[in-house]
């Protein structure tokens, strides 16, 4: 027999309802909430039972309310006195039993009288003067388990996540299908735990051979060091994890619109042009021998012509996919080509006008091309492409966890959302190309809100970060 079907059949025996956990009476009820008239409220300190503290009717605790068709499960949201009897509270207040304290409880969810499980929602509303307990310890650490009674397995994978008031018997587990099922988010405020909650889920799903790619933003996972784990980074992070292995992240990762973000292009004459350029050079790509030193010159050339060559199917491909690679190095040069008198059926001479409208794109372009803090990604340095350690990741089966530290890269051009988005394409891609079918993958995004449903970049040139909305919405 598993520890949670001896705690289940040990709570059937004795019961959910304890006298000594009896915390008040309802005395209103409404469609999602109830009134409890407190007994305890009053006490100076909170009670022990069964080595467990209970606060019998304080914010946060759960109760089980007595009903006439089974058991609510509430949480208390609002513990108050009524206004005319507030001033009993006084500053030499040292505790009193017949204070007239009131909790408000948030129905959760049903447990029905012939076993002990739990469903959501509410099945039968209590009626006024039925009794509100404290919930048991054992009997909380099993909410998630008792949710998932219909569907269990004769021996699941639990994940153990923490415990109840620190009783042992309290031990709190669930099952990974029930974690990661759907979406999983750690919310909390700002030392709330978070991270140690994170952190824990990592070791048990490392325990249970489970395969996580961890994006680090901050860099605060680099202790995490065993045979099983794998560490890379970006740039320069202050603190390196052992054996972290510097990898680059190639322009071709990018997409068109993060190349838009990131250049921030006005919409005038620059925007046209930096499309443009993107389209001749990945034609060229296609077919070098359309090139001139690498570029495509347009000047004095009939639209016929270009129409010709562009409508031949490899290039229609490659021209219109956003995705498609193209030499970032020639970038600037082809602008220059953009720029080009046109009439009625050629593109005639260099226009100086239009390039000089340009001169703002190009010194920013120059500028990110050769920023060291990106070289990165617009110079290799020699180091490997992450694209063949996530690979290698995947096919190593001893390995368990691929951390990627971020916090090397610099907020500069907001360029750590635009690669956080860039790898969440790319696993998004790995998944399609069903990569993950044999040994599928966890992801977990550390500051999350930074990188999701976000627009980044100018009013003129905005791009929407939406590879980690894709996962989660086909992801799963």
Not at 51 to 73: A, T
Not at 213 to 242: Q, W
Request: negative net charge.
């Amino acid at each position: 027999m598993s520890f949670i079907s001896a705690t289940i059949e040990k709570l059937e025996t004795q019961g959910l309802l304890k006298t000594e956990l009896r915390l008040g009476v309802v005395s209103s009820v409404t469609a999602h909430l109830l009134r409890v008239n407190l007994g305890y409220a009053g006490n100076p300190s909170a009670a022990y039972f069964s080595g467990g503290r209970y606060g019998k009717g304080e914010v946060g605790e759960f109760v089980l309310i007595e009903s006439q068709q089974g058991l609510l499960l509430g949480r208390v949201v609002e513990v108050r006195l009524p206004e005319s009897d507030r001033r009993a509270i006084s500053q030499d207040y040292s505790g009193t039993d017949h204070l007239d304290a009131i909790a408000m409880v948030q129905l959760l969810g049903s447990v029905p009288m012939d076993q002990i499980a739990i469903s959501a929602g509410v099945d039968s509303y209590p009626r006024l003067g039925d009794r509100v307990y404290a919930a048991p310890h054992q009997f909380i650490a099993l909410i998630p388990a008792l949710m998932d009674l219909k569907g269990d397995k004769p021996n699941p994978v639990r994940l153990t996540l923490g415990t109840v008031g620190g009783a042992s018997e309290g031990v709190i587990s669930v099952t990974p299908e029930t974690l990661f099922g759907r979406h999983c988010a750690i919310l909390g405020a700002t030392g709330g735990g978070k991270s140690w909650t994170t952190a824990r889920i990592i070791e048990e799903c490392i325990k249970h051979k489970s395969k996580i790619i961890l994006l680090d933003a901050t860099g605060e996972y680099r202790d995490f060091s065993d045979e099983h784990v794998m560490h890379c980074h970006f740039g320069n992070p202050v603190e390196k994890a052992n054996n972290s292995i510097a990898c680059s992240i190639p322009p071709n990762s990018f997409s068109e619109s993060d190349f838009m973000a990131l250049f921030r292009p006005s919409q005038g004459v620059q925007a046209p042009k930096l499309r443009s350029a993107f389209i001749n050079l990945r034609m060229v790509h296609v077919d070098p021998s359309l090139a001139t030193n690498g570029l495509f010159i347009k000047a004095n050339k009939s639209y016929d012509e270009i129409n010709k060559v562009f409508s031949r199917p490899e290039i229609a491909i490659a021209i219109y996919n956003p995705e498609s690679p193209f030499d970032i190095h020639k970038l600037i040069g082809q602008i220059e080509q953009e720029c080009v008198w046109e009439n009625d059926s050629a593109y005639g001479r260099k226009n100086d006008q239009q390039w000089g409208f340009c001169s703002t794109l190009v010194s920013r372009i120059a500028n990110i091309i050769s920023c060291e803090e990106l070289s990165f990604v617009f110079k290799s340095n020699g180091n490997p492409d992450i694209s063949k350690h996530i690979q290698e990741f995947i096919d190593d089966d001893n390995l368990r966890l691929f951390r990627i530290c971020m916090s090397g890269i610099s907020q500069e051009y907001q360029t750590k959302e635009i690669i956080a988005n860039a790898l969440g394409r790319k696993l998004l891609r790995y998944a399609r190309d069903r990569k993950f079918k044999q040994r599928p993958v966890i992801v977990i995004v550390d500051e999350a809100h930074n990188f999701l449903g976000k627009h980044i970049g100018s009013e003129d040139s905005s791009a929407r970060l939406d590879a980690f909305e894709l996962i989660a919405k086909e992801g799963r």
